[in-house]
Protein backbone atom coordinates (compact mmCIF):
# COMPACT_ATOMS: atom_id res chain seq x y z
CA UNK A 1 0.00 0.00 0.00
CA UNK A 2 1.18 3.44 -0.88
CA UNK A 3 1.75 6.42 1.22
CA UNK A 4 -1.67 8.00 -0.05
CA UNK A 5 -3.62 4.63 0.06
CA UNK A 6 -2.10 4.31 4.08
CA UNK A 7 -3.14 8.10 4.72
CA UNK A 8 -6.61 7.79 3.22
CA UNK A 9 -6.88 4.18 5.59
CA UNK A 10 -5.47 6.25 9.00
CA UNK A 11 -7.74 9.56 8.24
CA UNK A 12 -10.88 6.86 8.23
CA UNK A 13 -9.54 4.85 11.19
CA UNK A 14 -8.75 7.79 13.01
CA UNK A 15 -12.25 9.44 12.05
CA UNK A 16 -13.84 6.06 13.34
CA UNK A 17 -12.33 5.98 16.70
CA UNK A 18 -12.81 9.44 17.32
CA UNK A 19 -16.71 8.92 16.58
CA UNK A 20 -16.37 6.71 19.81
CA UNK A 21 -15.66 9.52 22.23
CA UNK A 22 -18.70 10.83 23.40
CA UNK A 23 -20.26 7.04 23.39
CA UNK A 24 -19.73 6.66 27.40
CA UNK A 25 -21.38 9.86 28.14
CA UNK A 26 -24.88 7.28 27.62
CA UNK A 27 -23.62 5.03 31.13
CA UNK A 28 -22.27 8.25 33.56
CA UNK A 29 -24.70 8.52 36.01
CA UNK A 30 -24.97 10.99 39.19
CA UNK A 31 -22.77 14.04 37.35
CA UNK A 32 -23.85 17.17 35.72
CA UNK A 33 -22.58 17.83 32.67
CA UNK A 34 -19.83 20.19 33.70
CA UNK A 35 -18.26 17.56 36.09
CA UNK A 36 -18.49 15.01 33.49
CA UNK A 37 -16.41 17.41 30.94
CA UNK A 38 -14.41 18.67 33.24
CA UNK A 39 -12.47 15.41 33.96
CA UNK A 40 -12.73 14.40 30.29
CA UNK A 41 -10.89 17.48 29.31
CA UNK A 42 -8.38 17.16 31.50
CA UNK A 43 -7.86 13.67 30.09
CA UNK A 44 -8.07 14.53 26.31
CA UNK A 45 -6.75 17.76 25.96
CA UNK A 46 -3.94 18.43 28.80
CA UNK A 47 -2.78 15.28 30.10
CA UNK A 48 -3.05 12.88 27.04
CA UNK A 49 -1.15 15.03 24.65
CA UNK A 50 1.58 15.59 26.84
CA UNK A 51 2.26 11.88 27.95
CA UNK A 52 1.83 10.99 24.13
CA UNK A 53 4.51 13.65 23.35
CA UNK A 54 6.81 12.78 25.54
CA UNK A 55 7.13 9.22 25.15
CA UNK A 56 6.66 9.52 21.69
CA UNK A 57 9.08 12.56 20.81
CA UNK A 58 12.95 12.70 21.70
CA UNK A 59 14.07 15.58 22.90
CA UNK A 60 11.05 16.80 22.98
CA UNK A 61 12.28 20.83 24.58
CA UNK A 62 14.99 21.21 21.74
CA UNK A 63 12.25 20.03 18.92
CA UNK A 64 10.03 23.27 20.31
CA UNK A 65 13.37 25.21 20.65
CA UNK A 66 14.09 24.56 16.94
CA UNK A 67 10.75 25.33 15.72
CA UNK A 68 10.73 29.04 16.59
CA UNK A 69 8.99 31.22 19.06
CA UNK A 70 6.75 32.23 15.83
CA UNK A 71 5.30 28.71 15.11
CA UNK A 72 4.95 28.20 18.74
CA UNK A 73 2.49 31.38 19.61
CA UNK A 74 0.94 30.75 16.34
CA UNK A 75 0.55 26.68 17.05
CA UNK A 76 -0.86 27.86 20.69
CA UNK A 77 -3.02 30.57 19.68
CA UNK A 78 -5.11 28.84 17.17
CA UNK A 79 -5.12 25.95 19.55
CA UNK A 80 -6.57 28.08 22.28
CA UNK A 81 -8.90 29.31 19.58
CA UNK A 82 -10.39 26.26 18.27
CA UNK A 83 -10.77 25.29 22.37
CA UNK A 84 -13.10 28.16 22.73
CA UNK A 85 -14.99 26.53 19.71
CA UNK A 86 -15.21 23.63 21.63
CA UNK A 87 -16.84 25.61 24.41
CA UNK A 88 -19.25 27.32 22.23
CA UNK A 89 -20.22 23.88 20.60
CA UNK A 90 -21.14 22.57 23.95
CA UNK A 91 -23.56 25.76 24.80
CA UNK A 92 -24.88 25.15 21.11
CA UNK A 93 -25.38 21.62 21.47
CA UNK A 94 -27.62 22.47 24.62
CA UNK A 95 -29.45 25.31 22.79
CA UNK A 96 -30.74 24.34 19.53
CA UNK A 97 -29.83 19.91 19.85
CA UNK A 98 -27.55 17.82 18.23
CA UNK A 99 -28.86 18.01 14.19
CA UNK A 100 -28.69 21.63 14.09
CA UNK A 101 -25.78 22.29 15.76
CA UNK A 102 -23.51 19.16 14.31
CA UNK A 103 -24.75 20.25 10.77
CA UNK A 104 -23.38 23.66 11.22
CA UNK A 105 -20.51 23.29 12.89
CA UNK A 106 -19.19 19.66 11.31
CA UNK A 107 -20.36 21.25 7.76
CA UNK A 108 -18.02 24.58 8.60
CA UNK A 109 -15.00 22.49 9.70
CA UNK A 110 -14.83 20.05 6.73
CA UNK A 111 -14.94 23.33 4.24
CA UNK A 112 -12.61 25.52 6.36
CA UNK A 113 -10.43 23.22 7.83
CA UNK A 114 -9.57 21.77 4.37
CA UNK A 115 -9.35 24.80 2.27
CA UNK A 116 -7.62 27.05 4.60
CA UNK A 117 -4.58 25.10 4.63
CA UNK A 118 -4.65 24.62 0.78
CA UNK A 119 -4.37 28.51 0.68
CA UNK A 120 -1.66 29.14 3.49
CA UNK A 121 0.43 26.74 1.34
CA UNK A 122 0.19 28.83 -1.68
CA UNK A 123 -1.76 30.62 -3.95
CA UNK A 124 -1.04 28.63 -6.81
CA UNK A 125 -1.88 25.15 -5.10
CA UNK A 126 -4.99 26.04 -4.82
CA UNK A 127 -5.62 26.64 -8.32
CA UNK A 128 -3.32 24.43 -9.84
CA UNK A 129 -5.31 21.06 -11.89
CA UNK A 130 -4.98 19.10 -8.62
CA UNK A 131 -5.94 22.16 -6.05
CA UNK A 132 -9.10 22.67 -8.66
CA UNK A 133 -9.85 18.50 -7.95
CA UNK A 134 -9.29 19.19 -4.28
CA UNK A 135 -11.87 21.65 -4.34
CA UNK A 136 -14.02 19.73 -6.14
CA UNK A 137 -13.84 16.76 -4.12
CA UNK A 138 -14.23 19.09 -0.65
CA UNK A 139 -17.85 20.31 -2.21
CA UNK A 140 -18.56 16.44 -2.75
CA UNK A 141 -17.78 15.72 0.93
CA UNK A 142 -19.56 18.86 1.60
CA UNK A 143 -22.71 18.53 -0.16
CA UNK A 144 -22.66 14.91 1.90
CA UNK A 145 -22.11 16.49 5.62
CA UNK A 146 -25.18 18.74 4.91
CA UNK A 147 -27.16 15.87 3.50
CA UNK A 148 -26.68 13.98 6.70
CA UNK A 149 -27.65 16.91 8.72
CA UNK A 150 -30.64 17.44 6.96
CA UNK A 151 -31.69 13.98 7.52
CA UNK A 152 -30.83 14.22 11.30
CA UNK A 153 -33.34 18.04 11.11
CA UNK A 154 -36.00 15.96 9.47
CA UNK A 155 -35.91 13.87 11.84
CA UNK A 156 -36.62 15.54 14.58
CA UNK A 157 -38.64 18.55 12.55
CA UNK A 158 -41.92 18.13 14.59
CA UNK A 159 -40.38 18.79 17.97
CA UNK A 160 -37.61 21.38 16.59
CA UNK A 161 -40.54 23.50 14.79
CA UNK A 162 -42.29 23.93 17.82
CA UNK A 163 -38.98 24.90 20.17
CA UNK A 164 -38.71 27.75 17.52
CA UNK A 165 -41.99 29.18 18.00
CA UNK A 166 -41.98 28.91 21.46
CA UNK A 167 -37.96 30.16 22.28
CA UNK A 168 -37.51 31.92 19.04
CA UNK A 169 -35.01 34.38 20.52
CA UNK A 170 -33.05 31.92 22.29
CA UNK A 171 -33.30 29.46 19.17
CA UNK A 172 -31.73 32.35 17.22
CA UNK A 173 -28.89 32.58 19.47
CA UNK A 174 -28.40 28.99 19.61
CA UNK A 175 -28.11 29.19 15.75
CA UNK A 176 -25.29 32.03 16.33
CA UNK A 177 -23.02 30.35 18.74
CA UNK A 178 -23.24 27.05 16.34
CA UNK A 179 -21.80 29.46 13.36
CA UNK A 180 -19.09 31.07 15.43
CA UNK A 181 -18.38 27.48 16.72
CA UNK A 182 -17.96 26.19 13.32
CA UNK A 183 -15.70 29.31 12.28
CA UNK A 184 -13.50 28.57 15.34
CA UNK A 185 -13.48 24.46 14.65
CA UNK A 186 -11.26 23.59 12.39
CA UNK A 187 -8.86 25.94 13.83
CA UNK A 188 -7.58 22.44 15.31
CA UNK A 189 -6.28 21.66 11.28
CA UNK A 190 -5.08 25.29 11.01
CA UNK A 191 -3.45 24.70 13.92
CA UNK A 192 -1.37 21.95 13.23
CA UNK A 193 -0.69 23.20 9.50
CA UNK A 194 1.32 26.04 11.22
CA UNK A 195 3.21 23.57 13.16
CA UNK A 196 4.38 21.70 10.75
CA UNK A 197 7.99 23.21 11.52
CA UNK A 198 7.55 21.39 15.04
CA UNK A 199 6.72 18.08 13.27
CA UNK A 200 9.56 18.53 11.10
CA UNK A 201 12.39 19.16 14.11
CA UNK A 202 11.05 16.38 15.44
CA UNK A 203 11.84 13.86 12.54
CA UNK A 204 15.41 15.80 12.22
CA UNK A 205 15.94 14.61 16.16
CA UNK A 206 15.08 11.12 15.30
CA UNK A 207 11.22 10.97 16.04
CA UNK A 208 9.28 8.10 13.92
CA UNK A 209 7.36 9.76 11.20
CA UNK A 210 3.85 8.28 12.64
CA UNK A 211 4.72 10.65 15.69
CA UNK A 212 6.22 13.56 14.81
CA UNK A 213 3.73 15.32 15.19
CA UNK A 214 2.93 14.50 18.63
CA UNK A 215 4.75 17.39 19.56
CA UNK A 216 2.19 20.04 17.66
CA UNK A 217 -0.67 18.11 19.33
CA UNK A 218 0.82 18.39 22.78
CA UNK A 219 1.03 21.97 22.08
CA UNK A 220 -2.31 23.30 20.62
CA UNK A 221 -4.49 20.74 22.08
CA UNK A 222 -3.32 21.77 25.53
CA UNK A 223 -3.95 25.22 25.03
CA UNK A 224 -7.36 24.22 23.68
CA UNK A 225 -8.02 22.75 27.11
CA UNK A 226 -8.03 26.31 29.18
CA UNK A 227 -11.26 27.11 27.89
CA UNK A 228 -12.98 24.17 28.71
CA UNK A 229 -11.80 23.82 32.30
CA UNK A 230 -12.07 27.14 33.03
CA UNK A 231 -15.76 27.33 31.98
CA UNK A 232 -16.18 24.07 34.15
CA UNK A 233 -14.77 25.39 36.91
CA UNK A 234 -17.52 28.36 36.86
CA UNK A 235 -20.57 25.98 36.12
CA UNK A 236 -19.12 23.88 39.15
CA UNK A 237 -18.94 26.99 41.49
CA UNK A 238 -22.65 29.15 40.45
CA UNK A 239 -24.08 25.62 40.54
CA UNK A 240 -22.26 24.25 43.18
CA UNK A 241 -22.56 20.88 41.68
CA UNK A 242 -18.51 20.02 43.12
CA UNK A 243 -20.77 17.16 45.14
CA UNK A 244 -21.71 15.50 42.43
CA UNK A 245 -18.02 13.83 42.59
CA UNK A 246 -18.59 12.13 45.80
CA UNK A 247 -21.79 10.30 43.77
CA UNK A 248 -21.34 6.14 44.06
CA UNK A 249 -20.40 5.73 40.50
CA UNK A 250 -17.48 8.25 41.22
CA UNK A 251 -14.76 5.88 40.14
CA UNK A 252 -16.88 4.15 37.11
CA UNK A 253 -17.25 7.58 35.74
CA UNK A 254 -14.10 8.35 36.14
CA UNK A 255 -13.26 5.22 34.12
CA UNK A 256 -15.37 6.52 31.70
CA UNK A 257 -14.03 10.01 31.38
CA UNK A 258 -10.71 8.49 30.94
CA UNK A 259 -11.76 5.84 28.38
CA UNK A 260 -13.55 8.94 25.93
CA UNK A 261 -10.07 11.10 26.62
CA UNK A 262 -8.78 7.95 25.30
CA UNK A 263 -10.82 8.25 21.97
CA UNK A 264 -10.08 11.60 21.55
CA UNK A 265 -6.17 11.35 21.98
CA UNK A 266 -5.93 8.24 19.73
CA UNK A 267 -7.84 9.63 17.00
CA UNK A 268 -6.84 12.88 17.01
CA UNK A 269 -2.92 10.97 16.91
CA UNK A 270 -3.84 8.48 14.05
CA UNK A 271 -5.21 11.63 11.96
CA UNK A 272 -1.83 13.35 12.32
CA UNK A 273 -0.35 10.25 11.13
CA UNK A 274 -2.50 10.24 8.31
CA UNK A 275 -1.28 13.37 7.41
CA UNK A 276 2.10 12.67 7.47
CA UNK A 277 1.42 9.75 4.98
CA UNK A 278 -0.15 12.23 2.70
CA UNK A 279 2.31 14.80 1.89
CA UNK A 280 2.69 18.55 2.07
CA UNK A 281 -1.21 18.62 1.32
CA UNK A 282 -2.30 16.03 3.99
CA UNK A 283 -4.39 18.63 6.00
CA UNK A 284 -6.02 19.54 2.82
CA UNK A 285 -7.16 15.87 2.14
CA UNK A 286 -7.22 14.35 5.15
CA UNK A 287 -9.12 16.53 6.93
CA UNK A 288 -12.19 16.10 5.12
CA UNK A 289 -11.70 12.25 5.26
CA UNK A 290 -11.50 12.43 8.58
CA UNK A 291 -14.09 14.54 9.90
CA UNK A 292 -16.34 12.68 7.16
CA UNK A 293 -15.43 9.21 8.87
CA UNK A 294 -16.43 11.06 12.35
CA UNK A 295 -19.96 11.97 11.24
CA UNK A 296 -20.43 8.18 9.65
CA UNK A 297 -19.32 6.51 12.51
CA UNK A 298 -21.57 9.38 15.12
CA UNK A 299 -24.20 7.79 12.75
CA UNK A 300 -23.50 4.21 13.17
CA UNK A 301 -23.85 4.51 16.48
CA UNK A 302 -27.13 6.62 16.38
CA UNK A 303 -28.46 3.65 14.90
CA UNK A 304 -27.11 1.63 17.06
CA UNK A 305 -28.20 3.07 19.99
CA UNK A 306 -32.01 3.33 18.14
CA UNK A 307 -31.68 6.97 17.78
CA UNK A 308 -33.53 6.06 14.53
CA UNK A 309 -35.85 3.57 15.71
CA UNK A 310 -39.06 4.07 13.49
CA UNK A 311 -37.83 6.38 11.25
CA UNK A 312 -38.95 5.87 7.71
CA UNK A 313 -39.13 7.82 4.65
CA UNK A 314 -37.49 10.82 3.19
CA UNK A 315 -35.23 11.46 6.76
CA UNK A 316 -34.12 7.59 6.07
CA UNK A 317 -33.36 8.04 2.29
CA UNK A 318 -31.23 11.72 2.74
CA UNK A 319 -29.12 10.19 5.28
CA UNK A 320 -28.03 7.30 2.77
CA UNK A 321 -27.61 9.78 0.15
CA UNK A 322 -25.51 11.97 2.17
CA UNK A 323 -23.12 8.69 3.21
CA UNK A 324 -22.73 7.82 -0.30
CA UNK A 325 -21.92 11.22 -1.51
CA UNK A 326 -19.07 11.17 1.48
CA UNK A 327 -18.02 8.00 0.14
CA UNK A 328 -17.81 8.93 -3.41
CA UNK A 329 -16.09 12.20 -2.29
CA UNK A 330 -13.05 9.99 -0.45
CA UNK A 331 -13.17 7.94 -3.34
CA UNK A 332 -12.46 11.19 -5.21
CA UNK A 333 -9.85 12.38 -2.73
CA UNK A 334 -8.20 9.89 -3.34
CA UNK A 335 -7.44 9.57 -6.82
CA UNK A 336 -7.03 13.09 -6.95
CA UNK A 337 -3.63 12.49 -4.62
CA UNK A 338 -2.66 9.72 -7.37
CA UNK A 339 -3.72 11.55 -10.43
Known sequence: MDNASSGIVLSLVGGMIGSCTLMPVKYIRGWKWENTWLVYSSFAYLIFPWLGA?????????????????????????????????????????????SISS??????????????????????????????????????MITGVLLCARAGGLREGVTAAVEVKKHDSRFMRGVLISFLGGILSPLLNIAFTLGAPI???????????????????ALCVSAGSFPSIIYCLLKLKNNRTWNCYSAPRNKTNAVLCFAMGLFFI????????????LGLLGP????????????????????????????????????????????????????????
Not at 61 to 86: D, H, I
Not at 266 to 277: L, P
Not at 302 to 321: H, I, Q, S
Open 266 to 277: VSTITYGASAGK
Open 199 to 217: TQRALELGAKPLSASNGVW
Open 54 to 98: LITVPHLLGVYAGAGGKTLLLTSLFGLAWGVGVVLYGLALDIVGL
Open 284 to 339: VVGWPIYISALILGNNFWGWYTDEWKGVKGLPVWTMYAGIAMQIIAMVFLGVAKNV
Open 103 to 140: GIILGSSVALGSLIPLFLIGRGSAFSAYGIRILTADAL
